[in-house]
């Protein structure tokens, strides 16, 4: 069974863009969260979307947006860049509520400048 | 407020001996805990986990131990291996809550040879 992707792997943008990341979680899953890893703060919750809805939200400014498609597939959007959204976005996948477990994409390297 | 604590950044060990990675948490509402394991340019990739009602859990060299009364947990590797350094986050969250998994920030273990 294939793993959870994530495309692009890296990404370098200027201040003031707008990035979209995609993550298309592992056949079956329904359940897609979203992670920003930095080195000062660790993992940080961002979203989780079930069937199409979001169900969590994290505690980041509205410039971070997601959806989920009806095939459960993902899309994380930032807006409005700033030097400080340079991170590891990590989208992970569970087969389904409770999210006790989740599986963990490679992750998108996104570098602000 | 960081509901888990690992106040360990990093940890070096010898090859053959025991590691031991901890996590502290405030929250008292966690009743299921996740450890991950990081390589780098890799996504997490679940480890083992436990759950509240449990005080260890076992799989081949790794043994998580909970000690609910003092909000800690540990990670035991026996015997430590050079592939066994990355980085190491510990993860709780409420079953039948938001189910949203509250992530440490990491500690980083070197097994030398």
């Known amino acids: 069974k294939a793993g959870v992707t994530q495309t692009p792997r890296y990404l370098i943008k200027t201040r003031g863009q707008q990035v979209t990341l995609s993550c298309s979680p592992i056949s079956g899953h329904r359940s897609v969260s979203w992670y920003q890893q930095t080195p000062g703060q660790g993992l940080q919750f961002l979203f989780e979307?079930?069937?199409?809805?979001?169900?969590n939200k994290g505690n980041f400014p509205g410039r971070f947006s997601g959806r989920q498609f009806s095939n459960s597939r993902s899309e994380m959007n930032v807006s409005t860049l700033e030097l400080g959204d340079s991170a590891l976005y990590l989208c992970?996948?569970?087969?389904?509520?409770?999210?006790?477990?989740?599986?963990f994409g490679p992750g998108t390297r996104l570098t602000v400048l | 407020d960081q509901q888990v604590k690992q106040n360990s950044p990093s940890l070096s060990v010898q090859e053959g001996r025991i590691s031991i990675l901890n996590c502290d948490y405030t929250?008292?509402?966690?009743?299921?805990f996740l450890w991950y394991k990081k390589y780098p340019a890799e996504g997490p990739t679940f480890l083992i986990s436990?759950?509240?009602?449990?005080d260890k859990n076992e799989d081949g060299r790794f043994t998580v131990f909970l000690n609910k009364s003092a909000k800690h947990l540990s990670l035991h590797i026996v015997p430590s291996q050079p592939g066994d350094s990355a980085v190491y986050f510990c993860a709780a969250t409420v079953q039948g809550g938001s189910e949203k998994l509250v992530f440490g920030k990491g500690t980083k273990l070197t097994v030398n040879p």
């Open positions: 929250n008292s509402m966690f009743d299921y």
């Open positions: 979307y079930f069937s199409e809805t979001q169900r």
């Open positions: 992970a996948s569970s087969l389904e509520i409770p999210r006790v477990k989740e599986f």
């Open positions: 436990i759950s509240s009602i449990k």
